[in-house]
């Protein structure tokens, strides 16, 4: 080997400028076609949720009058007017409708005054006793007597109520104004205990007369010493 070819120009060995940096030369890749030409993607807008109006509180319908308990209705104002008229607003301690009749709770000391002038009373005439019957309330403390009557000639229908407490039980008779409660009166007395005051014969009619309490109260038992 001749001295010549040892000097060889070593500078040509040399990368460019541009050979060393790699940046550059990535920039300068050529972008494949398919690259160039893919569409982007778009992403549909997210549907947005539906909110439902609150439907509007509808109105509510008037309610139809009830000709049945606007006829009830009349009865009871006038029975009450005639009564109060009669013996003043004390005597009474409700006056109300249950189920299209009037119905009156009266006070026990008026009892039998009130249901005489019903029963006599030209423009009344309730006439007829259909029911009477007794109920003992231990949580009010009292037992209910009532008795249903009825106008043959006026057509009209009452209900008559009155509370007597439990331990005096005690509530006006009014068989002198119908002769045919005088057992049903016994009975109220037999099986609840309620004494009617100036009844003929008030004596049992179910239980033994030696029989020891009043089988329809609450708190009877049989097994009780």
């Given at each position: 080997?001749?001295?010549?070819?040892?000097?060889?120009?070593?500078?040509?060995?040399?990368?460019t400028s541009e050979e060393a940096d790699p940046k550059k030369q990535a920039s300068e890749k050529p972008v494949s076609?398919?690259?160039?030409?893919?569409?982007?993607?778009?992403?549909?807008?997210?549907?947005?949720?539906?909110?439902?109006?609150?439907?509007?509180?509808k109105e509510a319908a008037p309610q139809k009058p009830d000709p049945k308990k606007e006829a009830a209705q009349k009865e009871l104002d006038r029975f009450r007017q005639q009564i109060v008229a009669k013996f003043g607003e004390s005597v009474l301690e409700e006056a109300v409708l249950a189920?299209?009749?009037?119905?009156?709770?009266?006070?026990r000391e008026d009892w039998r005054n009130v249901i005489e002038y019903l029963r006599f009373d030209e423009s009344l005439l309730f006439d007829y006793p259909e029911v009477m019957?007794?109920?003992?309330?231990?949580?009010?403390?009292?037992?209910?007597v009532v008795?249903?009557?009825?106008?043959?000639?006026?057509?009209?229908?009452?209900?008559?109520?009155?509370?007597?407490?439990?331990?005096?039980?005690?509530?006006?008779?009014?068989?002198p104004i119908y002769g045919g409660v005088n057992w049903e009166?016994?009975?109220?007395?037999?099986?609840?205990?309620?004494?009617?005051?100036?009844?003929?014969?008030?004596?049992?009619?179910?239980?033994?007369e030696d029989y020891e309490g009043y089988p329809l109260r609450k708190d009877f038992s049989v097994w009780k010493e």
């Open positions: 080997m001749t001295d010549e070819n040892k000097n060889v120009d070593l500078t040509n060995n040399q990368p076609p398919a690259a160039s030409e893919q569409t982007p993607v778009v992403k549909p807008a997210a549907a947005k949720p539906t909110v439902e109006k609150p439907a509007a509180a189920k299209y009749q009037p119905t009156f709770v009266i006070k019957a007794g109920t003992d309330y231990p949580d009010k403390g009292y037992i209910e008795l249903y009557l009825y106008s043959m000639k006026h057509g009209y229908f009452v209900t008559l109520k009155t509370r007597a407490p439990r331990d005096n039980a005690e509530v006006p008779s009014v068989t009166e016994r009975e109220i007395y037999d099986l609840l205990g309620v004494t009617f005051t100036d009844h003929p014969d008030l004596r049992r009619i179910m239980m033994p």
